[in-house]
């Protein structure tokens, strides 16, 4: 009776483990596919082109510490309406800049989602330091760009005109 029990288990895990064998890998594009989230909006290369100009002109006025000229090329959404950015808006921002004025402004990364959520992130290396120095010498800032009646504009992903609490983004960073 034990040896029946015995091999009876042994049959069911060997039975067991030869099923599980078979299961075909995953190959690169599929694990892609599976976990990459696709962007929401088609963009072709202009798009791109066009959004990576204006950050990058944006960038270059703060390098220039043409302050604000930079905070002249930002727009503020409006409802569904895109205006330039109020001068209730614009102070704060311009304090901000300059509060936090660098001696390194460089493009991070942009990341696009919808027409009207997107972020480019750059940072601001804040003073130069020795190599073995611990201290933190960089800062994190964020634009968001959108597409608006197909043209696009650089707004600020902020908590003072966004509503919502998500500072302007779902985009988790």
Same mark, same amino acid.
């Given at each position: 009776?034990?040896?029946? =029990?015995?091999?009876?288990? @042994?049959?069911?895990?060997?039975?067991?483990?030869?099923?599980?064998?078979?299961?075909?890998?995953?190959?690169?594009?599929? #694990?892609?596919?599976?976990?990459?989230?696709?962007?929401?909006? !088609?963009?072709?290369?202009?798009? !791109?082109?066009?959004?990576?100009? =204006?950050?990058?002109? $944006?960038?270059?006025?703060?390098?220039?510490?043409?302050?604000?000229?930079?905070?002249?090329?930002? #727009? $503020?959404?409006?409802?569904?309406?895109?205006?330039?950015?109020?001068? /209730? @808006?614009?102070?704060?921002?311009? !304090?901000?800049?300059?509060?936090?004025?660098?001696?390194? #402004? /460089? @493009?991070?990364? *942009?990341?696009?989602?919808? /027409? =009207?959520?997107?972020?480019?992130?750059?940072?601001?290396? @804040?003073?130069?330091?020795?190599?073995?120095?611990?201290?933190?010498?960089?800062?994190?800032?964020?634009?968001?760009?959108?597409?608006?009646?197909?043209?696009? #504009?650089?707004?600020?992903?902020?908590?003072?005109?966004?509503?919502?609490?998500?500072?302007?983004?779902? *985009?988790?960073?």
């Amino acid at each position: 009776m034990k040896k029946n =029990l015995f091999f009876t288990i @042994l049959m069911v895990l060997t039975l067991c483990m030869v099923c599980s064998c078979g299961k075909k890998k995953k190959t690169l594009d599929e #694990y892609r596919d599976e976990y990459i989230t696709k962007p929401a909006i !088609s963009l072709t290369q202009s798009d !791109s082109t066009e959004v990576r100009a =204006l950050v990058d002109n $944006y960038l270059q006025l703060l390098r220039n510490n043409q302050f604000e000229d930079a905070v002249d090329m930002l #727009y $503020y959404m409006n409802g569904p309406k895109i205006i330039k950015m109020p001068d /209730e @808006l614009k102070k704060p921002q311009l !304090s901000m800049i300059k509060r936090f004025r660098g001696v390194k #402004y /460089e @493009l991070d990364r *942009i990341v696009f989602s919808q /027409e =009207l959520d997107n972020i480019a992130c750059y940072v601001v290396t @804040l003073f130069e330091k020795e190599k073995n120095d611990p201290r933190p010498n960089t800062a994190q800032f964020f634009l968001k760009p959108v597409r608006v009646d197909g043209r696009w #504009y650089l707004t600020m992903a902020d908590s003072q005109s966004d509503k919502t609490g998500t500072h302007g983004t779902l *985009i988790k960073n």
